[in-house]
């Protein structure tokens, strides 16, 4: 019986090993990619001739995240800590089934161009996407948490993103994603509005506006009580002034609804 086990262990062993030679490979390759962009865009600093390699290297970046993670299922549920260090932003699903990994371009100014990658796990298979741009002004964004919420016994995913417009200004986004029949579905609607169920809840911080100009605080994020179910996005007035006051949505039990 002993003999078996050592047997069975042995047979086991060069899986497990190998596995850990092809993330850590996996790794160390997005690792070299993703750091060619940091290079490229200290390099533009100096010289206007580096922009095309600095867009070339978040192409190669994006083109090797996506072929990694769409046919390297193990790749779902790896922190890829040494990427995360140096300026990669990995969103996870509470449940483990769906990841948004985003990073800084460094191809704009003060207004910061984001590019993602979305991966999700359907029919026990693993995919992933390049999020394709809104058009040429569009700036993208980062996201940053994914929450989980079931109604009427269907997963819908609500992220938080952000979007650098200026060194003051910020766009801030709650948006619903579901794994519907196999494909990522980014138009799930779960938020109930006076104007309809939509699919996000936005606003805009102009820090810039003379409503706000001597605003110090920071309270002007999203958050989100995970235990009663409550977004809490600030109350912005007409001139732009960001207020202490808040606008809460909570689940009730097939949307989120304005309290």
Same mark, same amino acid.
């Given at each position: 019986?002993?003999?078996?086990?050592?047997?069975?262990?042995?047979?086991?062993?060069?899986?497990?090993?190998?596995?850990?030679?092809?993330?850590?490979?996996?790794?160390?390759?997005?690792?070299?990619?993703?750091?060619?962009?940091?290079?490229?865009?200290?390099?533009?600093?100096?010289?206007?001739?580096?922009?095309?390699?600095?867009?070339?290297?978040?192409?190669?970046?994006?083109?090797?995240?996506?072929?990694?993670?769409?046919?390297?299922?193990?790749?779902?549920?790896?922190?890829?800590?040494?990427?995360?260090?140096?300026?990669?932003?990995?969103?996870?699903?509470?449940?483990?089934?769906?990841?948004?990994?985003?990073?800084?371009?460094?191809?704009?100014?003060?207004?910061?161009?984001?590019?993602?990658?979305?991966?999700?796990? %359907? #029919?026990? @298979? *693993?995919?992933? $996407?390049?999020?394709?741009? +809104?058009?040429? !002004?569009?700036?993208?964004?980062?996201?940053?948490?994914?929450?989980?919420?079931?109604?009427?016994?269907?997963?819908?995913?609500?992220?938080?993103?952000?979007?650098?417009?200026?060194?003051?200004?910020?766009?801030?986004?709650?948006?619903?994603?579901?794994?519907?029949?196999?494909?990522?579905?980014?138009?799930?609607?779960?938020?109930?509005?006076?104007?309809?169920?939509?699919?996000?809840?936005?606003?805009?911080?102009?820090?810039?506006?003379?409503?706000?100009?001597?605003?110090?605080?920071?309270?002007?994020?999203?958050?989100?009580?995970?235990?009663?179910?409550?977004?809490?996005?600030?109350?912005?007035? %007409? #001139?732009? @002034? *960001?207020?202490? $006051?808040?606008?809460?949505? +909570?689940?009730? !039990?097939?949307?989120?609804?304005?309290?």
């Amino acid at each position: 019986m002993k003999t078996k086990n050592i047997l069975g262990f042995l047979f086991l062993l060069p899986a497990h090993f190998l596995f850990g030679q092809n993330i850590s490979t996996i790794e160390k390759q997005l690792n070299d990619a993703f750091q060619k962009i940091d290079y490229w865009s200290s390099e533009g600093r100096d010289h206007e001739k580096s922009y095309d390699s600095l867009a070339s290297a978040n192409t190669k970046f994006e083109n090797l995240l996506v072929r990694y993670t769409s046919s390297h299922p193990q790749t779902l549920h790896y922190d890829f800590k040494s990427l995360a260090k140096i300026g990669l932003s990995v969103a996870t699903s509470e449940d483990g089934k769906f990841r948004i990994y985003s990073w800084d371009t460094w191809t704009g100014g003060t207004m910061h161009f984001f590019k993602n990658v979305y991966q999700y796990e %359907a #029919d026990k @298979k *693993v995919y992933s $996407k390049a999020v394709e741009s +809104q058009g040429e !002004g569009d700036p993208g964004c980062y996201y940053y948490q994914i929450n989980d919420i079931i109604s009427e016994n269907k997963k819908y995913y609500l992220t938080q993103s952000k979007a650098i417009l200026s060194t003051g200004m910020s766009y801030h986004a709650i948006k619903v994603f579901s794994i519907d029949n196999g494909q990522l579905n980014d138009k799930a609607q779960l938020i109930k509005t006076q104007s309809g169920i939509k699919n996000q809840l936005s606003y805009e911080v102009d820090l810039t506006a003379s409503a706000n100009r001597n605003y110090e605080g920071r309270d002007y994020e999203i958050t989100y009580d995970s235990q009663n179910k409550i977004y809490s996005i600030p109350l912005i007035q %007409a #001139d732009s @002034k *960001v207020t202490t $006051k808040k606008i809460r949505y +909570q689940f009730k !039990g097939k949307y989120f609804e304005k309290l």
